[in-house]
Nanobody, 125 residues
Framework: VQLQASGGGLVQRGDSLRLSCVVS????????MGWFRQAPGKAREFVAS????????LYGHSVKGRATLSRDNAKNLVTLQMSSLETTDTGVYYC???????????????????WGQGTLVTVSS
């Protein structure tokens, strides 16, 4: 299984951004998917997660109300839409998968067993 994240870049404060994650293989529809981010010098932070069927999402406190996570199981694609970006949203964003499809702790990075390479988001003021 390989995860390829894209969509990062340099944006202005208040802008919107869409991050995508394409997953290889034929079992994508069984995976729980999540996004995490890490700012320089800071710990990895939970951003959002979506269950395998796409009907249950969970968001981190810092992005709640500004982020929308969705998935297209036919395309092996997860999309994170973020709006009203703030400078504190700057960081490397990673998509990750729980390939067992089961976890009680979707906001815990230790539950995710496959990770993408990350895409850098820089929000300037």
């Amino acid at each position: 299984v390989q995860l390829q994240a894209s969509g990062g870049g340099l944006v202005q404060r208040g802008d919107s951004l869409r991050l995508s994650c394409v997953v290889s293989g034929s079992s994508f529809s069984t995976y729980i998917m999540g996004w995490f981010r890490q700012a320089p010098g800071k710990a990895r932070e939970f951003v959002a997660s979506i269950n395998s069927g796409g009907d249950s999402t969970l968001y981190g406190h810092s992005v709640k109300g500004r982020a929308t996570l969705s998935r297209d199981n036919a395309k092996n694609l997860v999309t994170l839409q973020m709006s009203s970006l703030e400078t504190t949203d700057t960081g490397v964003y990673y998509c990750a998968a729980v390939t067992s499809g089961r976890t009680w702790y979707r906001d815990d990075f230790r539950e995710y067993d496959v990770w993408g390479q990350g895409t850098l988001v820089t929000v300037s003021s």
